[in-house]
């Protein structure tokens, strides 16, 4: 009996001195320690960033979905899908927020591919590609041209920065003619444009868009601006319409 009595008591002490412990320790001791989300720093991005359209409409992405040239996405190789990046020029200050939906770009070391959408108001389109600054910001940041001007932060050694070891060649240009559904149609295109100049490089370039054929008619090969301009008033002049493009593009 004595001997139960003293378990008890014992038992009562121990619960007595944990409750002293318990309120004599600072609440910090419990608390998360992991760095919140306003705590972190946003990442930094700055390279070339170039830009993918309508050769590419409808074809699946990395992440599953149909890639639509018209919508707020880019191409990235590691960061997660979905993540949302503030995409800027620094010249201009005008800037747009994309998702991430596919990976890429592989080539001359560029940091993004964005949809032509969001390429054109920063002027990667008509440029092709050039230099960027993009930030990782919330999930719930709206998709879309930015209002107004934005100010990129100052460079940081936290910065993720992509530079090219090798300057990044000129662009060329070529001139399409024209987009059949049918070959034959483009291959009688061609016919007519070798009918008119002879020593015009002309082909047929065959895509698939959508599980639909495209033919394309392309003429010349990597040309240098004023010579792919010539070219097509060339061709205007015989009737034969198009439109210029940059061969990297295409």
């Known amino acids: 009996m004595k001997f139960n009595q003293r378990q008890n008591l014992s038992g009562l002490l121990m619960m007595w001195l944990t409750a002293l412990l318990l ?13 919140t989300a306003t705590a972190s720093k946003s990442a930094v991005l700055r390279g070339r960033a170039s830009w993918y359209g309508r050769e590419h409409q409808g074809h699946r992405t990395s992440n599953g979905t149909r890639f639509d040239r018209n919508k707020y996405t880019c191409a990235h190789k590691t ?3 979905g993540t949302k990046l503030r995409v800027t020029n620094p ?9 991430v939906t596919d990976r890429g770009p592989y080539r001359h070391q560029r940091i993004l591919d964005l949809s ?36 990129v932060p100052e460079p940081e050694t936290t910065d993720i920065a992509v530079t090219d070891a090798t300057p990044e060649p000129e662009a060329t240009y070529v001139v399409q003619a024209g987009t059949f559904g049918e070959l034959r149609n483009a291959e009688a295109l061609v016919a007519q444009i070798k009918a008119l100049d002879a020593k015009l490089p002309v082909a047929v ?8 054929p495209l033919n394309r008619v392309i003429v010349g090969q990597r040309l240098a ?18 439109l210029v493009r940059q061969a990297e593009n295409l």
């Open 23 to 35: 309120v004599a320790t600072p609440l910090s001791t419990f608390a998360d320690d992991t760095p």
């Open 79 to 81: 960061l997660p899908f």
């Open 91 to 99: 010249e201009t200050g005008k800037a747009v927020v994309v998702q």
């Open 116 to 151: 032509e959408i969001a390429a054109r108001p920063l002027d990667i389109v008509r440029m092709g590609a050039l230099g960027v600054v993009a930030e990782v910001v919330p999930d719930d940041t709206p998709l879309g041209p930015v209002a107004g001007t934005v100010t």
């Open 205 to 212: 370039r065959q895509d698939n868009v959508n599980g639909r």
């Open 225 to 242: 601006r004023a010579e792919a301009d010539d070219v097509w008033q060339r061709l205007q002049n015989r009737g034969i319409s198009g």
